[in-house]
């Protein structure tokens, strides 16, 4: 048996067709389940930011998240493959025409993700306050919660909708399937053979 924590959000779509064209057009989450079994391999639909937690804690053989994801709750997972779908950048952003004062002795951060914003930061010895928030991150600097947003991108228009502008690009992410490491080393055959099965999907897309 092999469990597979599959990403609920913004790339569950693109991972769930990869899974239905090695699985099966029935390849889908009824009735808000959150367990899926196939044959030898059983499915777990979690939280995007879950996926690594699963795998590290071997709950999950193998999962699927974003690098965003894998670079902000650093897990000792293994990462397996880039499936090149999910794309999206981790950027920089603030207000048009008003910009970042780096001038300032410390400079307010709003973000989800605290540890990339603080790594990203510290490598440039810039002191920053960075505010954890959960969603609607866009929203900070309008209101003057934050000077700046360190965010998700994928089409630009939710900061462009805001007048926004990303100052830099932090990161740029992809969904990767990750494994975790007993689990890699017990059921090595098995999990290659999906892997090279998924690789060559991937390479179809
Ligand atoms: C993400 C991100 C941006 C938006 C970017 O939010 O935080 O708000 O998507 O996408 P775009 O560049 O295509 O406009 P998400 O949809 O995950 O919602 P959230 O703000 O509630 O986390």
Redesign the pocket.
């Known amino acids: 048996m092999i469990t597979i924590a599959l990403p609920k ?2 790339i569950a779509d693109e991972v769930l067709n990869i899974f239905s064209s090695i699985f099966g057009d029935e390849f889908c989450f009824l009735d808000r389940k959150l367990i899926l079994q196939k044959g030898d391999f059983r499915f777990l639909l979690v939280r995007n930011q879950d996926v690594p937690i699963y795998v590290a804690y071997q709950a999950a053989d193998l999962g699927v998240v974003g690098l965003d994801v894998l670079e902000e709750n650093k897990l000792d997972i293994i990462r397996l493959l880039d499936l090149k779908i999910g794309k ?1 950048k981790v950027v920089l952003g603030s207000k048009l025409n008003v910009g970042i004062d780096y001038n300032k002795p410390q400079i307010r951060i709003a973000t ?1 993700m605290p540890n990339i914003t603080r790594d990203f930061f510290s490598k440039r010895a810039v002191a920053t306050d960075i505010i954890k928030l ?5 929203l900070a600097p309008l209101v003057g919660l934050a000077d700046a947003i360190v ?9 462009k909708q805001h007048n926004l502008k990303v100052d830099e690009v932090i990161l740029e992410s992809s969904a990767y399937l990750i494994a975790n490491h007993n689990s890699f080393y017990a059921k090595k055959t098995n999990i290659l053979d999906l892997y090279k099965k998924i690789e060559i999907i991937r390479d179809n897309l």
Do not use: H
């Open positions: 959000g913004r999206c989800k959960y969603g609607s991150i866009e965010d998700i991108v994928e089409t630009g228009n939710t900061m």
